[in-house]
C-alpha cells in the first residue's frame, strides 16, 4: 500500500468526475472498496464509475441482491458491485460465488469487510467516505489508500 490521501467532494458533480477518473484507471481483477457509514455516498460513487465505465441507465443499489452484474460491452470492462452489509460471514462471499463473478471484471464493494476484506489485493484502491464537515453543506471527504498496482495510475 502507498501513502493514503484525501480527496474533497462538496457535490454530486465533484463525485461524478472523480468517479469518471476512477472509472479511466480500472483494469480487470481491481477492486474498489467502498467505505463508510449509511448514507456516506458509496452507492453515488459506484453509480459515477458505472456511468463513466458506459452503463446507461438505472444502477440498484445491491443491497438486498448483494451483487448485481454488468457486462462488457457496453462497458469498458465487466463489473460486480457488491454491497456485503448483509453478510454474518465472509465464508458467505465464497458461497455467493464472488470468485467466479470477478474472473476478468472490477468488482465494486460497499461493505467490503463483511467479506473479509481486499486490502491486501496489489489491484485494492480503498476509499473511505465521510462528511466532509458543518462547513462543507452535503459535501463529503474521501480518503484514498492505494494498493501496489495503483502508484502509477492514483485517481
Ligand atoms: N459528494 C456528495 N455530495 C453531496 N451529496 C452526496 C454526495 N455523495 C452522496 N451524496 C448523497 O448522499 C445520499 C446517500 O448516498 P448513498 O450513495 O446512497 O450512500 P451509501 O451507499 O453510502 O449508503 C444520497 O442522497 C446522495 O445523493
Ligand atoms: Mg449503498
Redesign the pocket.
Known sequence: MSAPYTKV????E??AEWGAKIADALRPGDVVE?K????????????AILGALGHAGEVP?PTFTIIETYDAPPLRVPVAHA?FYRLEDPSEALELGLDDYREDAVLLA?WPDHAGGFAHEAGCLTIV?ES?GESM????VATVKPGRDWLERLP
Open positions: 467532494l462538496p457535490d454530486l465533484a463525485t467502498l463508510g457509514g449509511l448514507g456516506a455516498g458509496k452507492t453515488t460513487l459506484a453509480r443499489s454491497d460497499e467516505l466532509a453543506g452535503e459535501g463529503r
